[in-house]
């Protein structure tokens, strides 16, 4: 099966990522759910990509773990601001360039600051949109220290 080419794959060809392929049957609305049922691994090794934005719409992009939700309020309080919210899907999209379910951190349309779950650093491979819905890269997490110089945060709630 030829595996699809995206902005993401692009990005990590370009910075020389070794990674690997996992497309599976996307579900709308299914999250990281579907996607570590369908692939056999645990949901906290799966990666979301949130696009979410501060009281003066800055875009920016958290990186958590499959099965927490981001404290949005300790967030906020880590970046120094009044308040984080998510964007709206056709706002996340203009910022990315992605789908929201295939949004990836890799490759964006513009480069947005990341904020990336601590604990994500601790797994020794971690699977991450591959910029588009039902396909996910397997990648090691130090890689996204490497390519995105993400803030590291502890904003994972369960």
């Known amino acids: 099966m030829k595996h699809p080419e995206t902005p993401a794959t692009l990005f990590l060809r370009k910075h020389g990522v070794a990674h690997s392929d996992h497309l599976y049957t996307y579900e709308e609305h299914g ?67 992605f789908m929201v379910g295939g949004t990836s951190p890799f490759g964006t349309r513009k480069a947005l600051p990341i904020y990336l779950e601590k604990s994500i650093l601790d797994l020794s491979l971690i699977y991450i949109n591959g910029g588009r819905r039902g396909y996910l890269v397997g990648v090691h997490p130090h890689d996204l220290l490497r390519l995105l110089s993400p803030t590291v945060v502890e904003v994972g709630l369960k």
């Open 31 to 97: 999250g990281t759910q579907v996607s570590a049922r369908e692939l056999n691994v645990p949901e906290h090794a799966v990666v979301k990509t949130l696009v979410m934005e501060d009281e003066a719409g800055h875009p920016l992009i958290v990186l958590m773990h499959g099965n927490l939700k981001v404290s949005t309020k300790e967030l906020a309080r880590q970046m120094g601001c009044k308040k984080i919210s998510p964007c709206k899907p056709e706002v996340a999209q203009r910022h990315t360039g």
